[in-house]
């Protein structure tokens, strides 16, 4: 089969579509043929090195895509079948095994450039904020980056939940899109101070700076809230006022999708297909693909993706 | 009636037994006339003006109590009923108003005094072990100081649930007293490096010292471990290394019983005398009462849990 590979392991952006072994299902895996493959930034942090697969894991990029099962291998699905499929890595590839807890169908309407762009963030913000969490109706959540790829799914996912929707973004066109999609406290973090604004109101945040906003997270922190921290694009080492803490009996997590068991995995995807597919079949939630580019020319999208003009997904297609 | 009361507030040890107003039990109340109170280093800190009782809270002194119901005001139970009390105040008294919510039956077997040691420890540990952190059968848990009053029922509580306990002491003559209440794993914490053994196995942390031990503690911690802080007896603020919590997919709550809103509190109970108090009814756990004072000596039982050679629980016993 041909897939993604560095021609230059020193040059992350040096992604060639070449020769590589087929991968072979193995125990309770199929293997699936890929139509189409979400980008995500994890992506680029992994060809650059610094984010390298789990022990066992296929060496190739890509976390999502969407394709038709090629070989049911001992699952007893059905050769043929449409899916979508949330993965360690391997998805910029012509074929990928995937155990079948990690096999969701494609959402009734989607295209497989679609849905191979909704899995990693739909199964990142429900077992975030839903499993992790617990955020339910009538809480108030802080998205950080609400116009980002995270952001955006998570604010509409938030209103479905019945939530008050807080967001920061960078600037005022970004907090238009995100009022747009009903976010309810906006803030430029350019110019307010969040943790000033929110004050010990938000139930639930969740995170992508890590380090630098652990403080003003925790002041923005409601009594029972949960900090939940799945990116550390502020730094890594940040200074805890336990005091803090504990006067609003708060809870901190750090999450990652990738590193989870099948079953835990498995048990992601099932309520993902159960609660948030609907969402997406009945519009909802409303997703937006900036451009779908041939897999050969991922180099490009990579690019792309780095630029900071991405609104919406980056999608990959295989014919 | 009569209840203990600073006679100099500026010295926190002239504790004396004087008139105070009798309470009136609110709506969803009880008046129970007391016989024990346990005596909790809280106790010591709020005499010192260090823990105020939250808002709308007597200013009495004391967390837990047994004794009588004296009224039942609106609430349907029996007058003369024997009861032990979960409180945010007030047990150093002869009467004291009670949430309906927090009454416990005396367990089988037990006196008053016996009773009235046991609520806060039960609680403060079901509460946190179990509803917090979901420790369950087949996890391994570090308990630090578990000679204290804390760690010895914490140890055989989670013995009782399958678990394998971890402990911190400070002697050899402690750690074996932990030893004989079932604790695994032994470790002076003035000779040993905890995080070094316990390296990655800790699934559930019980951690009293706060600051000074959040690095050693995040070490120590399992895959999606659980780090629950009670305690800050080793300072407030200490530095978070987010990328070592996030590799563990780890968490970290620090939460108090106090400040529990009525709701919350009523729920622990409940649970507590449901799965707790059968163990105390069969022997499964045993509590030491290291002494009982008549509680216009409250002063001296001060001292005495102060001077650190109290090993078992403070009681104060009234009339
Ligand atoms: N742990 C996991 O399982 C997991 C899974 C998926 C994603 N993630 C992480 O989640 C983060 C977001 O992912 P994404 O796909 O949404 O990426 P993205 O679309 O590139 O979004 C990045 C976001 O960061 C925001 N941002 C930058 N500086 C900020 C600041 N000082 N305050 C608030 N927001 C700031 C940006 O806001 P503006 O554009 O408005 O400046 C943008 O919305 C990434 O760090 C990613 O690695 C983690
Ligand atoms: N948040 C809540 O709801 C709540 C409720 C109850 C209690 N607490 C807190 O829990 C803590 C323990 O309460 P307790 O009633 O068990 O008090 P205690 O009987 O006085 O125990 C204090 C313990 O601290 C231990 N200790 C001191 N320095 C240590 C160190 N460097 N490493 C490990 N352990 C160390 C002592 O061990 P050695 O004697 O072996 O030196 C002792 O076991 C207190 O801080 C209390 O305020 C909190």
């Not at 699936?32 to 390298?52: I, M, S, W």
């Not at 955006?152 to 995100?178: D, N, R």
Request: glycine share 12%; proline share 5%.
């Amino acid at each position: 089969m041909k897939a993604i590979t560095l021609a230059n392991p020193d040059d992350k952006t040096s992604l060639t579509w070449s020769e590589a072994p087929t991968p072979e299902p193995g125990t309770g895996e199929v293997l699936v043929e890929v139509k189409a493959v979400g980008v995500n930034r994890a992506d680029l942090l992994q060809a650059a090195g610094h984010y390298p697969p789990p022990p066992g894991v296929s060496e190739i990029i890509g976390l999502e895509c969407a394709g038709v099962i090629a070989d049911p291998g001992d699952t007893g699905r059905e050769k043929g079948e449409r899916v979508a499929c949330l993965l360690a890595g391997g998805a910029y590839a012509e074929y990928v095994a995937v155990p079948v807890g990690q096999l969701l169908p494609i959402p009734e309407g989607y295209s497989f450039a679609e849905a191979a762009s909704v899995v990693e963030v739909a199964c990142t913000l429900w077992s975030n904020l839903v499993m992790v969490a617990g955020l339910h109706e009538g809480q108030t959540v802080l998205l950080h980056g609400g116009a980002g790829g995270i952001g955006t799914f998570g604010i509409q996912l938030a209103k479905q939940l019945g939530c008050t929707v807080a967001v920061t973004a960078g600037s005022a066109e970004k907090l238009a899109t995100c009022r747009e999609l009903g976010a309810d406290i906006l803030m430029n973090y350019r110019e307010e101070d969040f943790a000033e604004v929110l004050k010990n109101r938000a139930d639930v945040i969740l995170d992508i700076m890590g380090a630098k906003y652990l403080d003003p997270n925790l002041r923005a922190l409601a009594m029972d809230g949960h900090l939940v921290i799945i990116g550390m694009q502020g730094g890594v080492k940040g200074e805890l006022n336990i005091g803090r803490l504990l006067s609003k009996r708060g809870s901190i997590s750090a999450t990652g999708l990738r590193g989870r068991d099948l079953e835990d995995k498995a048990g992601i995807v099932a309520e993902v297909v159960e609660h948030v597919w609907p969402m997406l079949e009945d519009g909802r939630i409303r997703v937006s693909i900036h451009r779908a580019l041939p897999i050969d020319r991922a180099a490009e999208a990579h690019r792309l993706l780095d630029s900071g003009e991405v609104t919406g997904k980056l999608v990959l297609t295989v014919d």
